[in-house]
Nanobody, 122 residues
């Protein structure tokens, strides 16, 4: 599966953004999806994951209560709604896919999109 992330941009603290992850192929709906982010000088870190049907989600502590991960398999697209953004959310955000169950581990994901920059100003 090929993935493309979009929707990043510059937003003020307290604002919102919705990231999209578009996938190719008829098997998109069979994959677990994940969002990860990487800030300059830091390791890539887990943000959120969703199972193939969208019935199960899991979030990093930093994202819980502010971010919502959803998917529309008919459109081969997943969404990360990010509200109440903080400067520490600034990073490149990557979507990823795995044929296995939900996971917070980077190495569990086999397919990665190119990333989209999110910048939150204070």
């Amino acid at each position: 599966v090929q993935l493309q992330a979009s929707g990043g941009g510059l937003v003020q603290a307290g604002g919102s953004l919705r990231l999209s992850c578009s996938g190719s192929g008829r098997t998109f709906g069979t994959y677990t999806l994940g969002w990860f982010r990487q800030a300059p000088g830091r390791e890539r870190e887990f943000v959120a994951t969703i199972n193939w049907s969208g019935s199960t989600t899991s979030y990093a502590v930093s994202a819980k209560g502010r971010f919502t991960f959803s998917r529309d398999n008919a459109r081969n697209t997943a969404y990360l709604q990010m509200n109440s953004l903080k400067p520490e959310d600034t990073a490149v955000y990557y979507c990823a896919a795995s044929p296995r169950g939900t996971s917070v581990v980077v190495n569990s994901y086999d397919y990665w999109g190119q990333g989209t920059q999110v910048t939150v100003s204070s």
